[in-house]
């Protein structure tokens, strides 16, 4: 694996710091800002709705520009937006940051993603964005349980600024390492002719491509619908104090880690029987968890074990998306960043609305494992429909030939 993709998950683990930490943020917040916790939870949701949103709209707007400039240039941004975060006494005006920040993250993560499988062999793409991922992953392990314990010793907004200096050496990182023009890219195709934005667009009608999709948003909007609400769940449904919070926290981002290595090891090989297992298995474990979400034990073995499953099946199905994407290069990461960003608006916008309806802390638990059911669902029609597809109709029966009698 080129160094340069390892170097680019530098960059991935700030961006995820930030995706994430809110999930040990979000009553601190809530609190200082005067609003109610399903409010603070539509922060997660604007930031996923700037990544959905963004990569498709940076990626078609970045396709002429050089990816180290570029990668810089939405670095810097989010280190702005993250100071402004940091400052304001406005709800109003973070969730505008937030937003802000995720259009950046976003252009980062397509032209990122674009960039890293361009270094890679063609059957490789699963090993990169499992390196890249990982970066995810790590800032589920120490950079969200940071956050959490940053704001619980000085308030969330030590947590904002603490992106804002990760994200510094990213960029240098970004500047040194990148490559002006990796190999693939429109803006270094020399030796052809310019890739057509709307032939790459056209690919989106292929229905492998769009079913991968969907599959997508449902397994990560059951992943953020529960993770956005963890911090609660732990301290009034299992009446584990607040200090437990980053340590579980922790707990899941190793599962997450240990989750997207098994993807990166599966995912170009054996896809079908991991995302098979692992989608029942994810889809009764999120059930299991609502059921059992007030014994502290069952909280200790779920957690880490629903970020493992979430993670594999989640980066799998990324992975599926670059392939089934082969025909838009350019694309084919915003495809897969918006995929996994519907899913984490929906999630915590879902969770927000049944805590609000009153049904409890449980109740993103339950949305959880409905939303991977739904996943599972999808997938077996379509499996049906293929299979109906392929089938070559019968073979007509051979006329019948009659011996004339002789005269």
Same mark, same amino acid.
């Given at each position: 694996?080129?160094?340069?993709?390892h170097?680019?998950?530098?960059?991935?683990?700030?961006?995820?710091?930030?995706?994430?930490?809110?999930?040990? $943020?979000?009553?601190?917040?809530?609190?200082?800002?005067?609003? *109610?916790?399903?409010?603070?939870?539509?922060?997660? *949701?604007?930031?996923?709705?700037?990544m959905?949103?963004?990569?498709?709209?940076?990626?078609?707007?970045?396709?002429?520009?050089?990816?180290?400039?570029?990668?810089?240039?939405?670095?810097?941004?989010?280190?702005?937006?993250?100071?402004?975060?940091a400052?304001?006494?406005?709800?109003?005006?973070?969730?505008?940051?937030?937003?802000?920040?995720?259009?950046?993250?976003?252009?980062f993560?397509?032209?990122?993603?674009?960039?890293?499988?361009?270094?890679?062999?063609?059957?490789?793409?699963?090993?990169?964005?499992?390196?890249?991922?990982?970066?995810?992953?790590?800032?589920?392990?120490?950079?969200?349980?940071?956050?959490?314990?940053?704001?619980?010793?000085?308030?969330?907004?030590?947590?904002?600024?603490?992106?804002?200096?990760?994200?510094?050496?990213?960029?240098?990182?970004?500047?040194?390492?990148?490559?002006?023009?990796?190999?693939?890219?429109?803006?270094?195709?020399?030796?052809?002719?310019?890739?057509?934005?709307?032939?790459?667009?056209?690919? $989106?009608?292929?229905?492998?491509?769009?079913?991968?999709?969907? $599959?997508?948003?449902?397994?990560?909007?059951?992943?953020?619908? *529960?993770?956005?609400?963890?911090?609660?769940?732990?301290?009034?449904?299992?009446?584990?104090?607040?200090?437990?919070?980053?340590?579980?926290?922790?707990?899941?981002?190793?599962?997450?880690?240990?989750?997207?290595?098994?993807?990166?090891?599966?995912?170009?090989?054996?896809?079908?029987?991991?995302?098979?297992?692992?989608?029942?298995?994810?889809?009764?474990?999120w059930?299991?968890?609502?059921?059992?979400?007030?014994?502290?034990?069952?909280?200790?073995?779920?957690?880490?074990?629903?970020?493992?499953?979430?993670?594999?099946?989640?980066?799998?199905?990324?992975?599926?998306?670059?392939?089934?994407?082969?025909?838009?290069?350019?694309l084919?990461?915003?495809?897969?960043?918006?995929?996994?960003?519907?899913?984490?608006?929906?999630?915590?916008?879902?969770?927000?609305?049944?805590?609000?309806?009153?049904?409890?802390?449980? *109740?993103?638990?339950?949305?959880?494992?409905? $939303?991977?059911?739904?996943?599972?669902?999808?997938?077996?029609?379509?499996?049906?429909?293929?299979?109906?597809?392929?089938?070559?109709?019968p073979?007509?029966?051979?006329?019948?030939v009659?011996?004339?009698?002789?005269?």
């Amino acid at each position: 694996m080129p160094p340069t993709v390892h170097l680019l998950a530098l960059a991935v683990f700030a961006q995820g710091t930030s995706e994430f930490m809110l999930a040990g $943020l979000v009553p601190d917040i809530a609190a200082d800002l005067g609003v *109610s916790l399903s409010e603070a939870g539509l922060l997660t *949701s604007a930031f996923a709705v700037g990544m959905a949103v963004g990569a498709p709209l940076m990626a078609l707007l970045c396709r002429r520009l050089p990816p180290r400039a570029t990668l810089a240039a939405f670095l810097a941004v989010f280190v702005l937006v993250h100071v402004v975060g940091a400052l304001t006494g406005s709800f109003a005006v973070l969730l505008a940051t937030r937003v802000a920040g995720a259009l950046a993250n976003a252009g980062f993560m397509a032209v990122g993603l674009t960039t890293a499988t361009a270094l890679v062999p063609a059957d490789a793409k699963g090993r990169a964005l499992s390196v890249l991922l990982g970066g995810t992953t790590l800032a589920c392990v120490a950079g969200v349980p940071g956050g959490a314990l940053l704001g619980q010793l000085w308030g969330w907004r030590a947590a904002f600024w603490a992106v804002a200096l990760v994200t510094l050496p990213a960029i240098a990182a970004v500047l040194t390492s990148v490559p002006g023009a990796p190999k693939g890219a429109e803006s270094t195709a020399t030796d052809g002719p310019p890739l057509d934005a709307r032939a790459e667009l056209r690919v $989106l009608r292929a229905p492998r491509l769009l079913v991968t999709l969907l $599959l997508g948003a449902l397994v990560n909007g059951a992943t953020f619908c *529960s993770f956005t609400f963890l911090a609660p769940v732990i301290t009034e449904v299992a009446g584990l104090g607040a200090g437990a919070v980053p340590g579980l926290l922790a707990l899941f981002g190793i599962g997450s880690f240990l989750g997207v290595r098994i993807g990166g090891r599966f995912a170009d090989t054996r896809p079908v029987p991991l995302l098979a297992g692992g989608g029942v298995a994810l889809a009764a474990g999120w059930a299991v968890f609502a059921l059992s979400a007030a014994h502290p034990v069952a909280v200790l073995v779920l957690v880490p074990a629903l970020g493992t499953l979430s993670f594999a099946v989640g980066s799998t199905l990324i992975s599926q998306v670059l392939y089934a994407a082969a025909g838009a290069p350019t694309l084919a990461g915003s495809f897969a960043t918006a995929c996994l960003n519907i899913g984490a608006a929906a999630g915590p916008w879902l969770g927000g609305v049944v805590i609000a309806a009153g049904l409890g802390l449980r *109740s993103p638990l339950w949305v959880s494992a409905a $939303l991977v059911t739904a996943a599972l669902l999808t997938a077996a029609v379509a499996a049906a429909a293929r299979a109906r597809t392929a089938t070559p109709p019968p073979a007509a029966p051979a006329p019948e030939v009659r011996a004339v009698p002789e005269a």
